[in-house]
């Protein structure tokens, strides 16, 4: 998206995996050009935080990219929006 500032928004953004709460009402918002940190220590979240910003893991409440809703997204208009650079770097064929 050339020319257009990108904004991150979640809003109540809360995960849950099995019967598991991970992450409760988080509330953040990223904009390009600001330094934004996501610090804790090992086990409370990070990475469930940014997949669920980035819509690989089901969540409750909401995350928008530049206003769009993340979860009412097609997964190309998805793609062109985001990048997601895994921790685990092994490739599966």
Excluded at 23 to 39: F, K, M, Q, S, Y
Excluded at 50 to 59: E, I, K, N, Q, T
């Amino acid at each position: 998206m050339t020319g257009s500032v990108m904004r991150l928004e979640a809003r109540s953004l809360s995960v849950t995996l099995g019967r598991r709460p991970i992450l409760h009402h988080i509330d953040l918002i990223a904009e390009a050009g600001d330094l934004t940190v996501i610090a804790g220590p090992n086990g409370s979240g990070k990475t469930t935080l940014m997949r669920a910003l980035s819509g690989d893991v089901p969540y409750g409440g909401e995350v928008r990219i530049n206003g769009e809703a993340v979860a009412r997204l097609a997964p190309w208009r998805l793609a062109e929006l985001r990048a997601v650079l895994p921790q685990d770097t092994a490739l599966a064929f």
